[in-house]
């Protein structure tokens, strides 16, 4: 079992930028690839950016690239997620999960955090 526990999202004005942690616990965290999701009311859940367990592959969403930077910090355990430039349409509730392979198909990843919500105001 693997406790994922997402912390930095808030309310933040268009241009302006946040940082997503998520701390993970309870078994090794460099064994698993980590990613980040983000969902809002009446849509599915969308792919934001996945990086493998050596930290030596990334990916992220079109809709976020250039903009949005995943990495990962194992000595602490921590994944993150770096938000730069952010619109209103960045609004979402963001979850850190974690599996066996970096992917874009939230089905194949085991664990999920308890998200963390971010408002971004125009």
């Known amino acids: 079992q693997v406790q994922l526990v997402e912390s930095g999202g808030g309310l933040v004005q268009a241009g302006g930028s946040l940082r997503l942690s998520c701390a993970a616990s309870?078994?090794?965290?460099?064994?698993?690839?980590m990613g980040w999701f983000r969902q809002t009311p009446g849509k599915e859940r969308e792919f934001v950016a996945a990086?493998?367990?050596?930290?030596?592959?990334?990916a992220v969403a079109d809709s976020v690239k250039g903009r949005f930077t995943i990495s990962r910090d194992n000595a602490k355990n921590t994944v993150y997620l770096q938000m730069n430039s952010l619109i209103p349409a960045d609004t979402a509730v963001y979850y850190c999960?974690?599996?066996?392979?970096?992917?874009?198909?939230?089905?194949?990843?085991?664990?999920w955090g308890q998200g963390s919500q971010v408002t971004v105001s125009s």
């Open positions: 309870g078994r090794s965290f460099s064994r698993y690839a």
């Open positions: 990086i493998g367990w050596s930290g030596g592959y990334t």
């Open positions: 999960t974690a599996g066996q392979v970096a992917s874009a198909a939230w089905a194949s990843y085991d664990y």
